[in-house]
Each structure stands twice: as C-alpha cells, then as structure tokens.
C-alpha cells in the first residue's frame, strides 16, 4: 500500500510490544509505538496482525477503545468473525464458577448465561473484517480474500478492497471460505516454495549451477501462473499443450503420478484448512 502511493507514511501508527519489527515501519516513515491503544485512539483502520493466540488479549486491551467510528480488520488465521464478537470461553468457565457458588443468585445468573454467548469482545457493532493475505502482498502479487462482520457495510467493504487492491488480487468471500482460501493460498505459498526448491535441486543433480536454477525455478512459476491467469485456461489443458508424445514432460509427469504428487497437494491444502478451522481453539 505504501509503494503503491495507496497511503502516506506519515498516516500509519504500527504498534508491537517491543522494537524489533518496528524498524521496518520506521525505515518507511512510519510512526510507531509500544501502546495500541494509541493506535486505537488516532486511527480508525486498525489491522490486527498478531498470531492467533495473541489476538484475544490485544481484543481485550483495546476494547475501551473501540468505537463506531472503527474499522477492525483481523488477519489472524482461523479467528472467526464470531470469536471476535464473542467473549472467552475462559471468561464462560469463570462465570460458572460464579454460578456454582452463588446459587441464591441462580436465576439471575442463568439469565446472564444465555445471554452471554452473544455478548462481543469487541463492542457490539464494531465494523471487523477478517482478512486472509499471502506473503506475496510485499510485492504487490498477493492473493487476498475477505469478509464482513455483522457491523461492517458496503463502504467498509469498499474501502478495504480499495486500500488492498494496491497489495494483489482481494475478494470478498463468505466467511466460511477464508479458512479454505488459507490452505489453498495463506499456506499454499510455502507448498510453491518446496515445489521451487525441489525444480531447482532437480536440476544441480543435472549439473547446473544452483543460483541459475533457482531464478529459472522462479521464472517457471511466474510464467506458467502468468499464463494460467491471461488465457483463463485450465491447467490440465495448459499441461497437455506442453506434453509431446512420448516426449519428455510425459516422462517426467509420469514420475509426478508415481510419487502422487496430485494426491499429496490436495492432502496439503485439506490439512492446512483443517488445522485454521482448529487454530481458535487452541
Ligand atoms: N505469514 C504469513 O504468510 C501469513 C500470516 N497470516 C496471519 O498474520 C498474522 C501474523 O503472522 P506473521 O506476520 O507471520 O507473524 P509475525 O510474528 O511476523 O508478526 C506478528 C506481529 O505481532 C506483534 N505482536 C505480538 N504481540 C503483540 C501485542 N500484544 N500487541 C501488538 N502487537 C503484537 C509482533 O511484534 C509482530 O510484529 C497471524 O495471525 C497469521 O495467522 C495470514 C496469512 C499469511
Ligand atoms: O502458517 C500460518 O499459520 C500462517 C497462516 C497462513 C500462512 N501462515
């Protein structure tokens, strides 16, 4: 967004709890601070991008803070839009402790119980958004999906695709597709990687030098994904226009079909999906 001119420097506060991911938004001309809440208090876009496990007590911290005029994106994998409207399960436990020992006070209790499962931990209708990015966002190549919360409308929609189109291709999606969208892109990502490293390691085996083989690696990938997009083909066509018979790709993909390579991949993305839809819980 920054090298795309989308947003000046000069607007964005980046927060974090100590210095060492802070110079980089420095070295761009950022501000930065140690204290989210001023975050919260002179901006109102707020991307939370911590690791899932933290982003409950960042929620908890900033909440005072929250008010209508906010734009809560989240980032974090596998945090539903619900949990971001919902109080800690923890928080439940500690109520039915509170329950247990105040029985005098049963019924009122009971009452705060069933109303507590839609109690939010942001304020009832913050405007959040949760996003999925891929790394490829810091070369403007990225691939990012999104969705509404209850509370955000068409112009908040409008302005995150707006911000994020600077960063790659972004979609607003259902929400049940994001965690999906994680294994297929979020993670799929690293897969690309190891396909890259294991092209390239193929070819030193052969005998060439190992930088040349890696930005030839890289070229290949950008190639055959640059042509998957402009023809708007399907791969397994753009497969067969590269396969002579008994030439040598059919040799070769051959191999692939032995060591299942298909089958792996989609064994990949499923596990990735599997363990976002998990990560919450942890
Ligand atoms: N790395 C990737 O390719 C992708 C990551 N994500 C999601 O983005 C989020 C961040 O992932 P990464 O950038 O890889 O992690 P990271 O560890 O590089 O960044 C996390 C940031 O959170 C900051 N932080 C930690 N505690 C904090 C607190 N209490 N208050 C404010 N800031 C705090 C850290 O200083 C750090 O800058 C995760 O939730 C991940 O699921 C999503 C898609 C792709
Ligand atoms: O590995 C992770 O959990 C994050 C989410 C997608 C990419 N990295």
């Known amino acids: 967004m920054l090298s795309r001119g989308k947003v ?27 204290c989210n809440l001023e975050v919260l208090q002179e901006s109102t876009l707020v991307f939370l991008a911590t690791k899932p496990h933290v982003l409950p007590g960042v929620l908890q911290e900033i909440r005072p803070a929250v ?26 436990l500690l109520l039915l402790l509170l329950l247990l ?51 955000a409308g068409d112009g908040e929609a409008a302005l995150l ?4 189109s600077s960063c790659g291709l ?3 999606v259902p929400e049940s ?19 890259a490293e294991a092209l390239a390691e193929g070819a030193v085996k052969m005998g060439m030098p190992g930088g040349l083989a890696s930005r030839i690696a890289a ?16 791969p397994a066509k753009l ?4 396969c002579t018979p008994g030439g040598t790709t059919i040799h070769a993909l051959h191999q692939l079909e032995k060591g299942a390579l298909r089958a792996t991949v989609m064994n990949a993305v499923e596990a990735a999906t599997n363990r976002a839809c998990d990560v919450a819980e942890d």
């Open 67 to 92: 008010g209508p005029h906010h734009i809560v994106v989240s980032l974090a994998a596998g945090v539903t839009l619900q949990t971001l409207q919902r109080v800690r399960f923890l928080l439940l």
């Open 177 to 195: 597709y994001i965690n999906i969208h994680t294994g297929l892109s979020g993670s799929g990502v690293a897969y690309v990687y190891l396909f």
């Open 239 to 242: 497969r067969g226009d590269v």
């Open 8 to 34: 000046p420097a000069s607007s964005i506060l980046a927060s974090a709890p100590s210095d060492k991911n802070l110079d980089t938004w420095r070295e761009s001309g950022c501000r930065t601070t140690h």
């Open 161 to 164: 695709k707006s911000l994020l």
């Open 101 to 151: 020992l105040l029985l005098l006070l049963l019924l009122l209790l009971l009452l705060l119980l069933l109303l507590l499962p839609f109690a939010p931990l942001l304020p009832a209708g913050t405007k959040v958004l949760r996003l999925m990015p891929n790394l490829p966002c810091v070369v403007q190549a990225g691939a990012m999906v999104f969705a509404r919360g209850s509370g």
């Open 170 to 172: 972004c979609e607003e």
């Open 219 to 234: 070229q290949t990938l950008l190639g055959a994904a640059k042509m998957m997009l402009e023809t708007g083909e399907h």
